[in-house]
């Protein structure tokens, strides 16, 4: 016990600066200056693969240790889309999640947003045309951004939530 | 014929509690009426403790009758009911042996003739049999212990083992004292004197059901007051440190067993021998303090045990009546196939809810009160000099914690199955509200439990006065303003309306915060979050038997489970199973170790004795013979 | 009577208001020692005021318990703020001990419980079941530590109790009196849902116990629920620092002595905060059936705490 402290407090914090991205297709309109003023210092996510093969769930629960350390931002996963305010989904939507996925959505409260991570919850990616995939997850809810990538790798994540509230990536180079 | 019956006991109730409530403020009388009774006549007495067990008796009548007036299961037994409330109120009453034996034995047959109140079922044949076995086993007890007071004081009435109770030998004492405290234990449903308990109050109809578990087992708490404190005299160390012990085996062996049940009514059964154990606990730490001199301190035992007595009598019965309405609307006493009936019994189920919260002891309701005394009670015993007392006390606190927190978590399940969610069954889904006056006497038992809890200050002088009565000395031990009460000079106080202010005060901050923070009222209506699944079923739900789980496992060594599992597999290979039958039944292991072994010995007994009866008729002149030579010789 | 009054008001603010801080103090004190920067210290009233304008989803399966829950546990918390000595040696309302505390506590879990199977759903049945075993198997612990600080201190009502070991310090200055801390410090990982005992940040709901209960709540209600949660850790920590640490305690009222109060109570709270978060980052959360373990090994020190007042007479 006595060692692990030790070895806390010699590591310190490794937490990394958030470098901008242009990679983010922010679908603006349907997101009123209101949300973004509402989620700007807490966002619950909830985390929902659609039939993901977990490359883009693997980066993402990068974004929770120290390197890139979501929570500083506010930014925060949970485990009921009750308790959500945003809902992160990756996978191409297969045909059997994608009821479950409508679902989930509905059992989240207003006023919330929905960010496709990864070239598949963009437009079926790798899958598109594939007889068990809907085809990105515009085809089942309303889309308020996507972040590119196959995975999209912690930062590039992190870079898109940040955007997605309206927080200039700066403010988390403290 | 049935409901006017039930509405002139409901009178006959209403009015037994206006006299008993006289009676504890001091309205005493007394009636002798010779010729009705053998042995001394019809001999009543009123003092403040039967004044209280009066009233109890009474008010509870007047609400089970006025049940019973809608109740289609009290259709049958109404003239037994008569009989059955008119010996209730004659027990407390009685005042000499005889009267309160003919009483305590009319009590006893009328209920047993309403447990038979489905005589068909094989499972009501025998409740009814074990009751009706433990209660003149019980009454045998009494009868010797009676007996052998009267003959060391050459009188059967009470008043007189009164005056003569100081003067009698301790070996008489012990012996007086451990046959009357069984038959009156074995009335209260003292572990290991249980087992009829939990077979008897389930098979009642419900209104017979509350009368039972609400006051006919009280009557045996009452005749352990008489003895251990009027009739026997001031007795050794032993005796309140085994009622003290065998209060906190009762307490935890009836939450325990409560805690894993799935029928409704046998866990309310099995929770009063619970309430019994707490009061015992408070009848123990009396009898205790009584012995160490320190009368002040037995004074607030004696007042915690009297307070959770009526307590309990308010919110078992209430919670029996709410078992009775759930099981005719349904059909069934199984948790495991209610559900819901919050949204179609709104009535039952609100008043369930206020005796759950009751017997939870959740301030500022009547339960709390009671055990918040008690409680205080075990503390005193930092008071106590002696060490080996003081260990039984803290066994005692411990016990009643313990006990406390199994008590919400069984109440949470009983509620919380049988109410809400989604309903298990059809019966359940298509269940029907209680008639009106089954309704009204819910309703007045639920504003019973928290009257008695907001009025505490006024209820706690009054059942002071009953126990500085018993005690023979001028105590106050319990100072109280209009708004709080309090133990010692800075030990402890509770002031119920207070807290009751408060809570009331905290439900509506919120509220108002809310309002002033602009929050959204309205809420919008979904379905229950299920990880995206596309049906709720009830079938999703806990059951009455998962939610217990955790405790069957850690309490293991008391449930010691036996698990049958049989796999019967394809006559051509092993490998494709048929059918799979699992079975892990609750287990009655006090009948298992306790009663099965002695029956079984005295059964054995029995065949040896039996050869005597050879059907020789030269040996039963010899048995005749042999017999009158003895006389002859023993004189 | 006004001055009480507000006394009283000023109490449940410093509870309402301080509890969130109290619990961005743990999880950034948490995060800071495995090498992340963590959340604000402020982050959960950013939570808490997003929360309160988020609209809530309410399940047609629930019935009344599950809107009334939230006010429910509200309005414990709120009294038991009322009754704990905080910043002054007698809390204002003064009639209350520490077994109504206890059933204060015991109300909350009740309601809990109850809302927890309103909804239907599996996960919370499954977090009332196990919620009301562990609160129901510490229940012990609790009583019999009220035993031992009432063999000492010779009273429950809180008041008397602070009143006492702060007038006679050589009450205090005995190792039973720090197994007593020591049990009740493990009952509060237990009531109050942190490790050991609960992950209060996990996602498995196989694994929850106080959070599978509120997986349902939302808007409004849940930020009623998570405020609830707070105050209770408040309180938990504020009634371990003033009973058995109950030095610096003004008795007067006056406005100074408040405030040295409150500067006092700031400063023994982030004591137990720091060691709070050591622990939790230092220990593994227990297998779930090893927690009456850890309940029974608190009875045991407690046990001991009570016969060391009759060892050491």
Redesign the interface.
């Known amino acids: ?1 006595i060692r ?2 030790r070895l ?1 407090l010699r ?5 990394e600066a958030v470098a901008p991205d242009e990679n983010l297709e922010v679908l603006g309109g349907r997101l009123g200056e209101a949300a973004r003023r ?2 700007g ?2 966002l ?1 996510i909830r985390q929902v693969d659609a039939g993901s093969c977990n490359g883009c769930e693997l980066e993402i629960s990068g974004l929770t ?2 390197h890139y ?1 979501l ?2 931002f ?1 930014l ?8 959500a ?1 945003c809902l992160l989904v990756t996978g191409p939507v297969t045909r059997n ?1 994608a ?3 409508r ?2 959505w ?6 919330k947003l929905v960010i496709a991570a990864g070239d598949c919850a963009r437009d079926g990616g790798l899958f598109a045309g594939s007889y068990a995939v809907v085809g990105g997850v515009e085809a089942v809810l309303p889309v308020d951004a996507i972040i590119p990538g196959c995975p999209p790798s912690p930062r590039a994540l992190l870079a898109g939530l940040l955007a997605a509230i309206g927080r200039r990536a700066a403010d988390g180079a403290r | 014929m049935a409901a006017l019956v039930y509405t002139v006991t409901a009178i006959a109730g209403i009015a037994a509690g206006v006299v008993g409530i006289g009676g504890v403020f001091g309205a005493t009388f007394t009636v002798h009426i010779a010729r009705i009774v053998p042995l001394g006549g019809l001999e009543l007495a009123m003092d403040p403790l039967a004044g209280l067990f009066l009233a109890l008796v009474g008010l509870t009548t007047a609400a089970t009758s006025l049940y019973a007036i809608g109740y289609a299961g009290a259709a049958r037994g109404a003239y037994a009911y008569l009989a059955f409330v008119t010996a209730l109120g004659l027990v407390p009453l009685a005042a000499n042996a005889m009267t309160f034996l003919l009483a305590w034995e009319i009590m006893s047959l009328a209920s047993w003739v309403l447990v038979l109140d489905r005589r068909d079922d094989a499972d009501v044949q025998r409740a009814a049999w074990v009751y009706a076995v433990m209660t003149h086993a019980g009454l045998a007890c009494l009868l010797a212990g009676m007996l052998l007071l009267a003959a060391h004081t050459g009188s059967l009435r009470f008043a007189d083992w009164r005056a003569a109770a100081p003067a009698l030998a301790p070996a008489i004492r012990n012996a007086v004292w451990v046959l009357l405290a069984l038959g009156f234990a074995s009335k209260a449903g003292v572990v290991p004197l249980h087992v009829w308990l939990p077979l008897a109050h389930p098979a009642a109809p419900s209104h017979v059901s509350a009368l039972m578990s609400g006051a006919m087992i009280k009557l045996g708490i009452y005749g352990l007051l008489r003895v251990g404190l009027e009739w026997a005299g001031p007795g050794p160390t032993w005796w309140g440190g085994t009622l003290l012990m065998l209060g906190v085996v009762s307490a935890l062996v009836g939450i325990l067993s409560a805690l894993v049940d799935t029928d409704l009514k046998r866990l309310l059964a099995f929770s009063s021998i619970e309430n019994v154990g707490v009061i015992l606990i408070g009848v123990g730490s009396a009898l205790l303090f009584v012995r160490a001199g320190t009368e002040a301190l037995a004074a607030i035992a004696l007042v915690a045990a009297l307070y959770h007595t009526v307590n309990h009598a308010a919110f078992k019965a209430l919670l029996f009546l709410g078992a009775g309405a759930v099981a005719h609307a349904t059909g069934t006493r199984n948790m495991d196939a209610h559900g819901g009936l919050i949204k179609r019994l709104p009535w039952t189920a609100a008043c369930f809810l206020v005796g759950a919260v009751s017997i939870s002891a959740l301030p500022p309701f009547n339960g709390f009160v009671s055990e918040w005394l008690t409680f205080q009670a075990l503390l005193q015993s930092v008071r106590v000099a002696e060490p080996g007392v003081s260990l039984l006390f803290a066994i005692g606190t411990a016990g009643l914690a313990l006990t406390a927190g199994l008590t919400a978590a069984c109440f949470v399940k009983a509620f919380g199955i049988t109410f809400l969610a989604l309903p298990r069954s059809d019966a359940a889904a298509h269940a029907h509200e209680a008639t009106a006056t089954m309704r009204w006497a819910m309703a007045g038992l639920a504003a019973a439990c928290v009257a008695l809890g907001l009025g505490a200050t006024v209820v706690v002088p009054a059942v002071t006065r009953v126990a500085a009565s018993m005690l023979g000395a001028a105590v106050a031990p319990l100072h109280g303003t209009t708004l709080t009460f309090s133990v010692g000079a800075d030990f402890a106080s509770l002031s119920p309306l207070l807290i009751a202010a408060a809570l009331g005060a905290g439900l509506v901050a919120p509220r108002v915060f809310l309002v002033v923070a602009g929050s959204p009222r309205r809420a919008r209506l979904g379905e229950t979050w299920g990880c995206g699944r596309i049906l709720q079923t009830a079938r999703m739900q806990y059951t009455a038997g998962a939610f217990a789980d955790p405790f069957k496992r850690v309490f293991r060594f008391f449930y010691r489970p036996v698990k049958r599992r049989e796999v019967v597999a394809h006559p051509d290979s092993r490998f494709f199973v048929r059918r799979i039958e699992y079975a892990n039944p609750a287990r009655a292991l006090f009948e298992e170790w306790l009663y099965h072994p002695v029956l079984r010995g005295l059964v054995g007994i029995t065949h040896r004795v039996q050869a005597l009866q050879s059907g020789n008729a030269a040996a039963y002149l010899g048995y005749i013979l042999a017999a009158l030579l003895i006389l002859l010789v023993v004189r | 009577m006004t001055r009480d009054l507000a006394l009283a008001l000023l109490q449940v603010l410093v509870v309402a208001g301080g509890a969130p801080l109290l619990v961005g103090g743990v999880r950034t004190l948490k995060a800071r020692l495995v090498g992340r920067r963590g959340p604000r210290l402020l982050q959960p009233y950013a939570d808490l005021a997003k929360l309160l304008r988020k609209e809530a989803v309410v399940s047609t399966t629930t019935s009344w318990i599950f809107r009334i829950t939230p006010y429910v546990l509200m309005s414990t918390m709120v009294v038991a703020a009322l009754i704990v000595p905080l910043f002054l040696a007698r809390p204002v309302l003064d009639f209350a001990g520490l077994v109504l505390l206890m059933y204060l506590f015991v109300f909350g879990t009740f309601f809990l419980a109850l809302a927890g199977l309103d909804a239907g759903s599996a996960f919370g049945g499954m977090g009332s079941s196990r919620e009301v075993a562990v609160a129901a198997l510490a229940e012990p612990t609790i009583v019999v530590a009220i035993l031992a600080l009432a063999l000492r201190a010779e009273s429950t009502n809180l008041g008397a109790i602070v009143e006492r070991f702060a007038r006679e310090p050589q009450l205090a200055a005995n190792p039973g009196h720090l197994l007593a801390f020591a049990a009740l410090f493990l009952v509060m990982l237990a009531e109050t849902g942190r490790l050991p005992v609960d992950n209060p940040a996990t996602h498995l709901e196989l694994t929850m116990i106080h959070e599978a209960m509120v997986l349902e709540y939302s808007g409004h209600y849940l930020a009623l629920v998570e405020w609830a949660s707070a105050m209770k850790l408040f309180l938990f920590m504020a009634l371990l620092a003033n009973l058995f640490f109950p030095w610096g305690m003004p008795g007067s009222s006056e406005l100074g002595s408040l405030a040295i109060g409150l500067v006092i109570l700031i400063a023994k709270l982030t004591v137990l905060t720091v060691g709070l978060a050591v622990l939790e980052t230092v220990v593994a959360k227990l297998r779930l059936f090893r927690v009456p373990e850890m309940l029974a090994g608190s009875f045991a020190l407690a046990l001991l705490s009570v016969l060391s007042v009759f060892l050491l007479k």
């Not at chain 1, 949970?78 to 308790?83: M, N, T």
């Not at chain 1, 509905?106 to 006023?111: G, K």
């Open positions: 016990m692990q402290l806390a590591t310190g914090i490794v937490t509402l989620f210092r807490s619950h240790g120290p350390d929570e500083r506010g925060h996963f949970v485990a009921s889309p009750r308790h305010d999640m009821e479950a996925l679902r989930t509905e059992a989240t409260p207003d006023p």
